[in-house]
């Protein structure tokens, strides 16, 4: 009897152990989509107008499908103003399926500008989601970005990568169209993947389980 609960104590202490490491799992960010060049860097002088009602209301998005699943950490947006530094739109959705930006949202909330254009090629607005996203590989996701009141007029900067997908448009902020094969705006998304060492040691507390249950119950443990 006493062997056996010996046993039975090592087997919930080799499980725990384990699994409560890969539950508290170390994460590492990880690129999942860019459309930076290999420096990190963008168009400082081009872009597409973000502008509010008072100037012309137009608000953009860009397609981007994931090359890694993983938890939204941020989205690198390369966001510039023509005045003061303000405020800006950003919205993530899902795409409706037809290729229009009208599927759920995901996350949404506003950032500022980061300079004024033609003043930087590299700094990046960051967007972080408010509540947990976990993005797909192969599912397609629409980055929109509006203004955030009636006076804006911000530029939503120009990659210079040469990549190709597909973009959107509105001039209400309802009412998307769409334009494939055009060259994408400036932006990165960035997710949290578990550190490969974790995942191996909590398959290991699984590998361990059967080995254990058979020695509590060979003959003579009991």
């Not at 981007?64 to 023509?82: K, R």
């Amino acid at each position: 009897m006493k062997a056996s609960f010996l046993n039975v104590t090592l087997l919930a202490s080799a499980l725990a152990f384990p699994l409560f490491h890969a539950s508290a799992a170390s994460v590492y960010p990880t690129v999942a989509f860019t459309t930076l060049d290999a420096g990190g860097g963008y168009s400082g002088t081009g872009g597409t107008s973000i502008t509010g009602s008072a100037n012309g209301y137009q608000g953009f998005g860009n397609l981007f499908v994931p090359t890694v699943s993983g938890t939204l950490d941020s989205i690198g947006i390369a966001l510039t103003s023509t005045g003061a530094p303000e405020l800006v739109d950003v919205e993530l959705r899902l795409d409706s399926g037809n290729g229009f930006p009208t599927g759920a949202t995901l996350a949404s909330g506003s950032v500022m500008t980061v300079g004024y254009l033609g003043t930087t090629s590299t700094a990046l607005s960051m967007f972080t989601p408010s509540v947990p996203v976990n993005l797909s590989v192969g599912t397609s996701y629409w980055l929109l970005v509006t203004p955030h009141s009636s006076t804006s007029f911000d530029v939503w900067n120009d990659e210079t990568s040469g990549v190709i997908g597909e973009l959107a448009g509105t001039r209400d902020g309802v009412n998307w169209g769409i334009g494939p094969n055009q060259p994408l705006n400036a932006f990165q998304v960035t997710v949290l993947v578990p550190e490969p060492s974790c995942l191996a040691l909590g398959l290991g507390g699984l590998v361990l389980f059967p080995a254990l249950r058979r020695s509590r119950t060979r003959p003579g443990n009991g």
